[in-house]
């Protein structure tokens, strides 16, 4: 009767454990940001012990340093860890059971719970003795890197509104850098709410198989073609592979851009803000000449990243086609050009020109160099995105050829 009663007292405890467990990362790791923090704390008693307050404020330091990194890790379990689109195995379990979006999750629920709020209680204890950093930032970078993975998973579950209104909340936080971490935990706060209502909402699309299997089946596809190509067991190479990526764009489908104008066009807002906001951080040099120095550099990174930009257009469209004559052909009879398939190279020249010439106007009209950038990275990327002419429009029209990037050697029978 004795051990009943023993037994029944303990079970309160043990609940409360279990009850932690849902989300507490792995005890290890627990044990590990315990430990770091009992041996900075005994070098730190040991320095003031001595008058060593100089190295005891630079424990201090490292200490609340090592605590807001372990918050923000915790932040990325969290969501790495709850959310069934990274876990393959998890997804396809809740798949075959008839689990939707109104029972809880079992292992460990996606939204944040009081639990996670006492496990940051934990990390936010050590605080209480002499901070040498505000404490803010332990919730601070909990919910900038839970913030950060949710944005993808919205992104790859069919939600890219809502995770657009979440990047934007993320960037408004960067920007509010210079006032303090306080107002910049007030807007990851009202965000939250944004990201949880497009988990709600991506939920019910779950499986999301039709969405998974529509961002990577043509790149799936194309490489087990490419390693058939390549190996070495001839019965493996003899495969149809005209079936395959990229004779599939010989299929009469209704012409498509490859992303929505709108959305691009948002997305390259978006990029265009960060942009600003993470330059306004840096001081422009008082010197005359350093300012002129940051400036040029400043434009000379905005052109090269509009190259790059154009290069990866170009390679996106004319990836698997070739003009019918090449380079030589055409110098030699004279084609120097040809309008309907050098037209994939007109958004490509349009942004090089751009990006040489988008950034010094600004800056001669007097935009400050935040601005500046932000703007021209905004028109560089979103004219690349939804310039003319559209990629299966060009492809069925265009006078070219399509050919595989890498072609089975020695066995052309099997193409």
Known sequence: M????????????????????????????IGLVVAFVAIIQVVVCIAASF????????????????????AGVYGLYRALGSHPLFHKEYREFLARTPWDRRHPLPLSPISLVPQDAILLGLLLLPFAFRPDLSPVLVPLVFLTTHLLVLVLALLLTGEPWFAWFVALGLALSIRLTWVGPC??????????????????????????????????????????????????????????IT???????????????????WQAWAWSALAGFYLYAIISLVPIPNDSWAAAEYY????????????????????????????????????????????????????????????????PLLTWLGAPLAIGVGVSAFILLGTALTGGPRRRNWQLTSPARLVPSIAPQGETEAI
Request: proline content about 5%; overall charge positive; some cysteine.
């Open 296 to 359: 040029s550099k400043t434009g000379l990174f905005v052109a090269m990243a509009g190259v790059v930009a154009a290069i990866i257009r170009y390679a996106v469209y004319t990836g698997g086609c070739r003009n019918l004559l090449s380079t030589w052909s055409r110098i030699r009879l004279k084609q120097y050009v040809i309008p309907a398939y050098d037209l994939v190279g007109l958004t490509p020249l349009v942004v090089v020109c751009l990006a040489f010439g988008l950034y």
């Open 183 to 240: 107002p910049q935990l007030v807007v990851l706060v009202l965000t939250y709410p944004i990201a949880w209502w497009g988990v709600w909402q991506s939920l019910a699309a779950f499986p999301w198989d039709d969405l998974i299997r529509d961002h990577s089946t043509w790149q799936r596809e194309f490489f087990e073609t490419q390693q058939r190509a390549l190996s070495s067991d001839k019965s493996r190479r003899e495969v149809d």
């Open 2 to 29: 004795q051990g009943n009663k023993s037994s029944r007292r303990t079970n309160p405890a043990r609940a409360t454990i279990q009850w932690l467990r849902q989300v507490a990362p792995p005890g290890w790791t």
């Open 243 to 261: 079936q395959f990526w990229p004779w599939k764009a010989l299929a009469f489908t209704a012409p498509e851009r490859l992303v929505d104008f």
């Open 51 to 70: 008058e060593g307050w100089e190295l005891a404020s630079r424990m201090h330091r490292v200490r609340d340093g090592l605590l807001i990194a372990a």
